[in-house]
């Protein structure tokens, strides 16, 4: 079938082969980092330009600050630099000279950001301010995985600037709202909302909602979030303003951001033993056509109609045409299995005498002969078809891995053996939060439902219920 | 007018006031770094977009490779660490420890990309590998001006491997021409496609094709360069291959990039003292829209048809709508004339009733009043008629500015104080190139023709045309 590691004995395993075999990325020679190859770059390309076009429609303007940040400035805001510090790569000699002040390559620019708002925003006339970057940022990581957690990534940080707290916190959720419209309608992975409790949220946020998918191994995805900032941010970095008042006011701030995480994330829940499988609506390739030569034959012909046909379809899907003669059938349809193009199209002679054609779907392998007058409309079923069956088949793992439980000791064993989200309530203490970490789990996040009536480690009243996983 | 510095006085003062008044790109608090604004990342938006349709219909395909660069990597091509090693950006520490080799941020990746083609190219059928990386780089720069010279700047970078050097040399002509293309027909620079000299091709190269554009004040601007790589670069990093024969070779390697430097050319090469000019092919916002409100009057017919007129007109323009009630329509026509929109249209309660408006083009500040029925196809051919305008207004400029000479002597005075282009023919002794610097200048290019038949300094015989400027 294919030389993948067994994806249910370890799934670890079969995850890092699938990303380096279908071309996703590489290795690099710098610790940490990786090589998005084409193949991998074309998925961040999809899922940026979705994003990127939303971002837009609600409002705010992409703009482009420095990498490097002074090191003090990190430092104007307590909690931050107590966050980023043990993660940050330093830049002490430029030029051929030691720099006076150290340059951190950006973990986040939040404080470079701030700087420049509060050159910016001088009236409530500039408000709100809504600003995005699209931008490489380093964290230097101890254990990295491809895409799940390199020292450096892409993402996009949103940063805005609001006069009323509540305005902040409907920006903060807006965005959220438009993250798991992505997940869910594009990346066709069904995920949850909520929001991280004091220890996990953002260093220097009031609040970060999150939103968590479950991996097939049990494992939650921190999958982005979107952080109501503390308004110490707004006054460390003196960010005042007139208000409509005529008084002096700060502004209240958000930042979120998702990361080529995505990619890692659209692996893992969609992939099976034959390699990935990608949901049409962000597949860089979506249909691959494959002439099937017959040997010492006159090919010309059925390369004509296969091309042809590729053009016909291109006004309407993402189309490649696999026509290299050195390889076998066999070795392509491995090979695009690999790389999961949702439908493959195979023509051989024989076909073409009957001008039909055989598509094959991904998921299931199943085939179909069409003629080919009706390829483009059985591809547009074909396509949306395994959109929404890939969610239905990924919602449908997560209800079978989600658990509803009253105390700790009921499911501790599962939970460290075998994952899986456990909904439960809590009293909000952060004992009961950190007796998890025995079993290597913590608290994804709180949710906005109040089922359970107990915490589930000391068993008093509920303020809430959680959802408890272990996580990437 | 403007309370811009007089653009005939001090180009330069202009230039700069501009730039950051039209809210293109601000000062940092990182030496030589500058954010780029919005609009100016609006702009940069639009010629990637552009550029970037153009890579990938060549062939290429985008990949993402490391920010930071093991500095031996540099030193294992002698030209190029040499070239390089000034300007270098060092990363010395990381994640809380001093790393045991210090990392570069990259000031272009070769090495990087030439180190991974490495692994990846196997066998001829791996070529021929044409890679495009969109990135951010860092070239610690002493003196810098915005979007001209900058120690961060953002960039493309085309790597391409052949198996011969015929080939690698149709590639980087190709990859210049459609440069070409970007700068005549959407930036509407008029530009001069030429050779570098040995002096001033890029470190590593055997050499460099680039294309110059003429600014106002008489100075060239390198507008981008594709080079022919030194085989250097591929025995460097042990880059062979198994030729069709089953022997050894070594490919032959281009690369070629533009430049967030081009957002700069285009403030020069058409602004006045208003501001800024923008060719309608490449501005973010083609058409503003501004409601004239009466005072003391009910505005909300107006504002509904000033919307609506919007709406109509998106499927075809990038329109704004300006609706500010506490700005002065004077104030606003100020402010979108600096920012170089190509057409206003103004709409008040008289227009309305006769339901016309009017419509003013940036350059020339025309008006003419339009039906609403008919505004679509008038826009569509005061923007194309601007366009081309700008084009050829650029052209004639760099007509009267380019001197067709013998010696030296005859234009040094001139080259001196008042910039220029100079045709001339060169013997190609090192000797007689750095005769120029003293006047401030140097050859921008060689041409291919041959026009001259001595050369400008020593009198020799020419080799064939150069050209001789001042430059940014």
Redesign the interface.
């Known amino acids: 079938m294919s030389n993948l590691p067994d994806i249910n004995q370890d799934f670890a395993a079969w995850y890092q082969e699938v990303v380096y075999k279908a071309e996703l990325a590489?290795h690099?020679?710098?610790r940490g980092?990786?090589?998005?190859?084409?193949y991998?770059?074309?998925i961040?390309?999809m899922i940026k330009a979705r994003l990127d076009e939303r971002i837009k429609a609600t409002g705010h303007?992409?703009?482009?600050?420095?990498?490097?940040?002074?090191q003090s400035?990190l430092t104007k805001e307590a909690e931050h630099v107590e966050g980023f510090?043990?993660?940050?790569?330093?830049?002490?000699?430029?030029?051929?000279k030691e720099l006076e002040e150290?340059?951190v390559?950006r973990p986040t620019s939040e404080t470079?950001i701030h700087?420049?708002f509060a050159?910016?925003i001088r009236s409530w006339?500039d408000l709100p301010m809504k600003?995005n970057q699209w931008a490489?940022v380093?964290r230097?990581?101890?254990r990295t995985r491809p895409f799940l957690r390199t020292?450096?990534f892409?993402w996009q940080e949103g940063h805005t600037a609001h006069e009323t707290q509540e305005e902040a916190e409907a920006e903060a959720r807006m965005m959220l709202a438009e993250y798991v419209d992505l997940a869910e309608n594009y990346l066709a992975i069904p995920v949850i909302p909520g929001v991280k409790s004091e220890q996990e949220k953002f260093p220097g946020a009031d609040k970060t909602h999150t939103f968590e998918g479950l991996m097939p191994d049990g494992k939650a995805l921190q999958m982005g979030t979107s952080h109501l900032i503390s308004q110490n941010f707004a006054k460390a970095f003196d960010m005042h303003y007139q208000n409509r008042e005529g008084g002096r006011s700060y502004p209240y701030l958000t930042s979120w951001g998702v990361t080529t995480r995505l990619v890692g994330a659209l692996v893992m829940v969609h992939g099976d033993q034959k390699g990935l499988v990608l949901p049409p609506r962000i597949a860089p390739i979506q249909v691959v056509i494959i002439p099937i030569f017959k040997k010492g034959t006159e090919n010309s012909l059925l390369l004509d109609a296969v091309h042809t046909l590729a053009a016909s379809l291109r006004s309407l899907y993402r189309v490649e045409v696999d026509d290299r003669d050195?390889e076998t059938p066999g070795a392509k349809f491995y090979a695009w299995e690999l790389k999961g193009v949702p439908v493959r199209i195979e023509i051989g002679p024989r076909d073409l005498e009957k001008q039909s054609a055989v598509l094959v779907e991904r998921l299931h392998g199943t085939k179909q002969v069409v003629p080919f007058e009706n390829i483009k409309s059985a591809l547009t079923i074909m396509l949306d078809a395994l959109q929404q069956q890939l969610f239905i088949r990924a919602q449908e793992k997560q209800k079978t891995l989600w658990y509803h439980k009253t105390s700790l000791s009921e499911f501790s064993d599962r939970l460290k053996n075998q994952g899986g989200l456990y909904q439960v309530g809590w009293c909000r203490s952060k004992e009961c939060e950190d007796s998890l970490k025995e079993f290597g789990a913590g608290i994804r996040c709180l949710l906005e439902s109040r089922g359970a009536s107990q915490c589930f480690k000391c068993g008093a009243a509920s303020e809430g219920d959680i959802l408890v996983a272990k996580a990437y």
Chains 1, 2 share one sequence.
């Open positions: 590489d690099s020679p710098v980092c990786i090589v998005i190859r084409p991998g770059t074309a961040w390309e303007h992409n703009a482009l600050f420095p990498l490097l940040i002074p400035f510090s043990p993660e940050l790569a330093v830049v002490t000699h430029a030029g051929g150290p340059l390559v470079m700087f420049m050159q910016w006339r600003i490489n380093m230097w990581e101890m020292s450096e892409y050195y």
